[in-house]
């Protein structure tokens, strides 16, 4: 559609190159709308600061949702560097429980695991096989923003060559992570009433690396301050099948104990607790321990402004149940892919940002009563005498577990489902979507 095809700048100096869509970030959500959009024929230009493969601080789990999203991509997960999981075990109470993921048409019956160190590359790859154009090692540095209207036309960068560059296009997708300097230079900033997590995590050499089930371990204890106190959120144990296993843990700040954890110290302190024959010790330890933010629920909006798009952690998309980030950055970067398609193919520049407008509208209604819940959910297990009641009584219930599973993985049949499933639509659909 664009006239003129990206291609690398020559020479010193500033260049203006152009394309359909901008997408800054190569990330999930980044390379999940450039694979859709590059397939539908628009000119897209993919622009990643560092270069791949890299390391991302993430569990490397992938739930059934995440999986239908590579299937659609066109990802093959069948190769070497790939783990199947059967489901969830959780460990809490003194209780042990392995709940399968759900059999449904919707989605496939089973996860994945794969290490964010080529996860990423794998899909920025495929977006490029797509016919999107990706750029390593280039840093936008601000949007560039038509001084008439106020619109974002396009982005200004500095390329491996540490030249600098500019970059246009009629949309920018804002695919460029928590800290999402797009995002704050429109001034769209974090909103403090959405919950923000915590993540950290390390791998160790391990028997355990071909579990077939995730593992999620509900108490977290700490000990700051000269008492014990219960965190909300959760540890994991996920083989990776490389003869490691991902090791981390995940707290929420509903809790006034969140600011005071020193969470390396209390993942070394939990890991520590677990059996000497698992092999978590610091012999066998394999790279450092690694942190970073989960935004949730929705924590930055509105997701469309004067041009610009938000998708996956720039928008908060995080499932506040359970921290997963992936599978919706992946199905955001589809929505995003749709509504661009769309609107691009718009006559005029009205009706184009009258198509663009409708994006944080389909959000919306695809996430919006079900992060509400999550939200609500979220203030819940930040009471200890909450989260002691529901590990002690609730976790001993199969048919209870059964429906937290796919309450707080969000794995329902739309349609046609279950009575768990039609409880859990109806309560999403009631919800009000803030």
């Known amino acids: 559609m664009s006239a003129t095809a990206p291609t690398a700048p020559s020479g010193r100096g500033t260049a203006d190159l152009e394309a359909d869509v901008i997408i800054v970030g190569a990330g999930p959500a980044g390379s999940a709308a450039a694979v859709h959009m590059a397939r539908s024929g628009l000119d897209v230009l993919l622009l990643e600061k560092t270069s791949f493969?890299?390391?991302?601080?993430c569990g490397d789990g992938l739930t059934p949702r995440a999986v239908k999203q590579l299937a659609d991509l066109g990802v093959p997960f069948d190769g070497d560097g790939w783990i199947r999981n059967r489901g969830l075990r959780i460990v809490g109470g003194g209780v042990r429980l392995e709940l399968p993921w759900p059999e449904l048409a919707s989605y496939p019956g089973f996860g994945l695991v794969r290490t964010r160190y080529d996860f990423d590359r794998i899909l920025a790859d495929r977006a490029r096989a797509c016919g999107a154009k990706l750029m390593e090692r280039t840093n936008v540095r601000e949007p560039l923003i038509d001084p008439r209207t106020g619109r974002v036309q396009g982005v200004r960068a500095t390329g491996a060559d540490g030249e600098e560059v500019r970059y246009r296009a009629p949309l920018v997708i804002a695919a460029d992570g928590n800290s999402s300097r797009l995002s704050v230079a429109l001034g769209i900033r974090k909103r403090d009433d959405r919950p923000m997590g915590v993540a950290v995590r390390t791998y160790f050499e391990s028997p355990r690396h071909e579990d077939d089930y995730l593992e999620s371990w509900l108490e977290l204890w700490d000990g700051t301050g000269g008492r014990q106190v219960l965190l909300p959120g959760y540890g994991w144990v996920f083989g990776v099948g490389?003869?490691?296993?991902?090791?981390?843990?995940?707290?929420?700040?509903?809790?006034?104990?969140?600011q005071d954890v020193d969470y390396r110290r209390l993942l070394k302190r939990w890991t520590q607790s677990m059996p000497e024959e698992w092999g978590f010790t610091e012999?066998?330890?394999?790279?450092?321990v690694r942190g970073a933010a989960?935004?949730?629920?929705?924590?930055?909006?509105?997701h469309y402004s004067r041009g610009l798009m938000l998708v996956g952690d720039a928008g908060g998309m995080v499932n506040p149940f359970n921290g997963e980030g992936i599978a919706y950055a992946l199905e955001a970067g589809a929505i995003a892919a749709d509504v661009a398609v769309q609107a691009l193919s718009r006559p005029t520049v009205q009706t184009r940002e009258r198509a663009l407008m409708r994006y944080p509208e389909v959000l919306r209604d695809a996430y919006g009563g079900y992060y509400t819940l999550g939200r609500t959910f979220v203030k819940m297990i930040g009471n200890p005498e909450f989260m002691k009641y529901a590990t002690r009584y609730g976790l001993p219930q199969r048919t209870l577990m059964r429906f937290a599973l796919k309450m707080l993985a969000n794995l329902t049949e739309p349609s046609h489902g279950d009575a768990m499933d039609r409880v859990i639509n109806g309560m999403s659909r009631m919800a009000p979507a803030a």
Not at 53 to 57: D, L
């Open 283 to 288: 012999e066998n330890r394999r790279g450092s």
């Open 294 to 302: 989960l935004p949730m629920g929705f924590n930055r909006t509105p």
């Open 53 to 57: 493969p890299r390391e991302k601080v």
């Open 242 to 258: 490389d003869g490691t296993c991902n090791v981390g843990l995940g707290i929420l700040n509903s809790t006034s104990a969140f």
